[in-house]
């Protein structure tokens, strides 16, 4: 099975769009979001459409935007421009779509017996991982949740990143390459952050996502530019925060 992996959305159609576009002739047998299709950006709407509308099978959970945007969660724990883009979200979804974002379950969920995916971390949805120390306890958690199971996607940090537990060492990798593969070893257990399609977050401002091949074990990271000033001028002429708009010239 081939797997087209997707996180933090965030709202950016200019990104989604590129991406697609980039995949257009690529055969994929399931398109699977980590979750956060809004917030932040001024198409919500056409975004979680365009998922809704793919004319392959898809699978998603939930990101911490897509709970405030819906209405399960108040936001609290976001900062203010977060949240005001949250609050404008709420105002601007259609009824389907906000009733799409409620359904959406949390993670962790297993994919096809496969391998298995989160938007924060496999402990907590909202929690996320950084370091070393946050890998090992997740991997603890999982090797008691589901000890078969050697591969977790995750999201909400929006870098593209590899943990890998090897015995009793931990491995921490930032992709930085446009272009970079990884296949997987057997008796090692990963984390994978594909990194974020619509704002990310690492200093690149070009959409970032993942390909991966049950078959060969294999993953994919691949980057794509997007029209960074079209998506900019969206959120500024929306009256969202302007910061939301210029961090994704720099990619910050």
């Known amino acids: 099975m081939r797997y087209l ?3 933090d959305l965030h709202g950016n159609d200019e990104a989604l769009s590129a991406v697609l576009g980039r995949l ?3 055969r994929l047998d399931r398109i699977v979001c980590l979750g956060d299709f809004v917030g932040y950006g001024a198409d919500p709407n056409k975004i979680v459409d365009r998922f809704r509308r793919m004319p392959r099978p898809t699978l998603a959970i939930r990101g911490n935007h897509d709970k405030v945007a819906s209405g399960i969660d108040n936001g609290d724990t976001f900062n203010p421009p977060a949240l005001e883009a949250a609050r404008w979200t709420r105002e601007k979804l259609s009824r389907e779509n906000a009733e799409f974002l409620r359904r959406l379950p949390p993670g962790p969920a297993i994919v096809d017996g496969s391998f298995g995916i989160c938007h924060g971390s496999p402990i907590d949805e909202d929690s996320y991982i950084f370091s070393d120390l946050d890998a090992s306890v997740n991997f603890l958690y999982l090797e008691r949740l589901v000890p078969g199971i050697d591969l977790f996607f ?4 929006h870098i593209p990143s590899i943990f890998t ?4 060492e931990i491995l921490v990798e930032a992709v930085r390459k446009p272009r ?3 296949v997987l070893e057997p008796g090692k257990r990963y984390l994978v952050n594909p990194g974020s399609v619509g704002q990310p977050r690492d200093r690149n401002p070009r959409a970032s ?3 991966y091949d ?3 074990r294999t993953i994919h990271f691949e980057r794509v530019a997007f029209d960074v000033e079209r998506s900019r001028g969206k959120i500024l002429r929306a009256g969202l925060p302007s910061m939301l708009g210029d961090r994704l010239v720099a990619g910050i």
């Open 5 to 7: 992996i997707l996180s």
């Open 24 to 26: 257009k002739r690529k």
């Open 154 to 157: 995750f999201g909400h940090s």
């Open 165 to 168: 537990l090897d015995g009793d």
């Open 180 to 182: 970079a593969r990884l």
């Open 209 to 211: 996502y993942v390909l």
């Open 214 to 216: 049950s078959g060969t």
